[in-house]
């Protein structure tokens, strides 16, 4: 990749930014290529636009990996509606399906409701695979979520 | 004697061999007793029967475990107890029985300082009380270092501990005590390095010992741990005390990233058509370009903070918004490369939002 070679300092940032930016650049590519018409219609818009945050959303998944439970939910949910259309990544579903019963083992465990339960279920709501987390990992997943949403809107 | 002493020990050695499961506290009453009977009877020390059954025990059970049961006699069984199957509680528990040396012991009481404190006659006393006291007590040290020369004692406090120990399962700590052991000093005993997933948890003094709020606790000091991470990532949030507040802080940052991150979005999809250049130009300065183009993409989301995205009805009008602002930012960009620029604009900030707009301007730029 040409950007991990001009990437330079701070090893992990620049990495996950730049495979983020690859990625990215190369989903926006692939749906730039995907428009027959440059049609102004809202609707149209609003699909490229939909269709624009998917991909921003999983390429920033891809770029931090299955690591993170909020990445694999992201990669999870697009490997199922893809499945829905059709086109089912078997390899790549089985690797984070391995993953997500490996850690997840840990996640279902619901922590017991100390700190306010209506903040705790909004940012449940907010992070990608919050919802079976108990509270300590999702701080965590918080944390992570919010540095690469950071980087996602510093790349673009 | 000595044949008496061999069948016991293969007894015992037998024995636990069939009992996995629960049963394994009852049967070692029965054998303790039945070890317990043989040294008076005999009028022998425990000695001569330490010889016998180290051997055989030894040999017969200790195959996985034999090191641990030499070296680590003590907190063998509590270890092995909790760790593996109940299997392993019978060879470390008759590696207590059988005392490979007797030195050894004394070096360990010799190290916990609890125990150093206490002499042989209060043991009776302060060892069930320690028994009892320490529900989580997975080393039995109290027990296992009072029984150099009481081992009728040890014998009698080690199933109790081991029940104990073999009740509360799910054991997610151990306890340091610093409390609990009223008739000897608080001193905490400093657990050797155990290769186990338990979360360590110093109990301070005046704090509940029970094994639910100790997990409690150290479930509350990691979720505070996290908390304190999150305050310093999201800005301003540090000077805020309380949890709740924190929270909706955090909540409020999340909602504005990912806000900011539609928004880019939507404007790269109107601004889509623009990229049908070399991606490969692209590439190779975009690490720098696309630093430099952070300063200006940072300014803009600056200005129209909370712009609300209600769909495509209002793109028209924000269009316009964008028009005006981004012109000044437009010009420039203009400075550098048409391909980079573009792409960086692209990617930083785009003004128009409709596809003639762009093309518009693609044509002014070109």
């Known amino acids: ?156 | 004697m000595e044949p008496n002493l061999g069948t016991i020990a293969r007894s015992i050695s037998i024995r636990p061999n069939r009992e996995e499961t629960g049963l394994e506290s009852l049967q070692f009453r029965e054998e303790i007793h039945r070890l317990m009977i043989v040294p008076p009877e005999n009028g022998s020390s425990f000695t001569a029967l330490l010889e016998l059954p180290e051997t055989q025990a030894m040999e017969l059970l200790h195959s996985p475990h034999s090191d641990k049961g030499v070296t680590v006699p003590l907190s063998g069984v509590p270890l092995h107890g909790i760790n593996d199957d109940h299997k392993s509680y019978l060879p470390s528990f008759n590696g207590n029985l059988t005392f490979p040396s007797n030195k050894v012991l004394i070096e360990r009481a010799a190290k916990f300082s609890v125990f150093a404190s206490g002499e042989h006659s209060p043991e009776t006393s302060s060892v069930p009380s320690d028994s009892s006291a320490n529900l989580e007590k997975v080393k039995s040290e109290p027990a296992d270092t009072d029984s150099n020369p009481n081992s009728s004692q040890l014998l009698v406090s080690d199933p109790t501990v081991n029940i104990k120990n073999q009740r509360s399962e799910k054991r997610k700590e151990r306890e340091k005590k610093g409390k609990g052991c009223t008739k000897k000093t608080k001193i905490e005993i400093s657990q050797d390095a155990e290769k186990l997933p338990y979360v360590h948890v110093r109990a301070r003094r005046g704090q509940a010992t029970d094994s639910h709020s100790l997990a409690e606790r150290a479930r509350r000091e990691k979720i505070n741990a996290r908390m304190k991470l999150l305050q310093e990532l999201v800005p301003g949030c540090s000077k805020i005390s309380g949890t709740a507040l924190v929270l909706d802080e955090i909540i409020n940052h999340v909602q504005s990233l990912q806000r900011q991150v539609e928004l880019l979005s939507m404007r790269l999809a109107s601004v889509n058509p623009r990229i049908d250049f070399n991606l490969d130009s692209l590439f190779a300065p975009e690490s720098g370009s696309l630093v430099d183009s952070n300063f200006s993409s940072m300014v803009s989301p600056l200005l129209w903070p909370e712009i609300p995205f209600n769909g495509n009805r209002q793109q028209h009008q924000q269009q316009w918004n964008f028009d005006a602002l981004h012109r000044p930012l437009w010009g420039r960009e203009e400075d550098s490369h048409t391909f980079i620029t573009m792409e960086n604009s692209l990617l930083s900030y785009d003004s128009a939002n409709s596809a003639s707009l762009h093309s518009n301007q693609l044509k002014m730029e070109l």
């Open chain 1, 1 to 156: 990749m040409n950007p991990k070679r001009f990437s330079s300092s701070t090893w992990p940032s620049t990495t996950v930014k730049s495979r983020f930016t690859c990625g990215f650049l190369r989903a926006l590519w692939r749906i730039n290529r995907q428009r027959r018409t440059t049609s102004a219609s809202s609707r149209e818009i609003r699909r490229r636009y939909l269709r624009v945050k998917v991909a921003a959303d999983v390429s920033m998944a891809s770029a931090v990996g299955s690591r993170r439970a909020w990445s694999r939910a992201i990669l999870l949910r697009k490997i199922r509606n893809q499945g829905q259309n059709g086109t089912v990544r078997v390899r790549r579903m089985s690797n984070i399906l391995g993953m997500m019963r490996k850690r997840n083992i840990r996640g279902n465990y619901k922590c017991t409701e100390e700190v306010g339960t209506c903040q705790a279920e909004q940012l449940r709501k907010l992070v990608p695979g919050g919802e079976e987390m108990d509270m300590c990992n999702l701080l965590g997943e918080t944390a992570h979520y919010i540095e690469c949403l950071t980087t996602q809107g510093s790349a673009c």
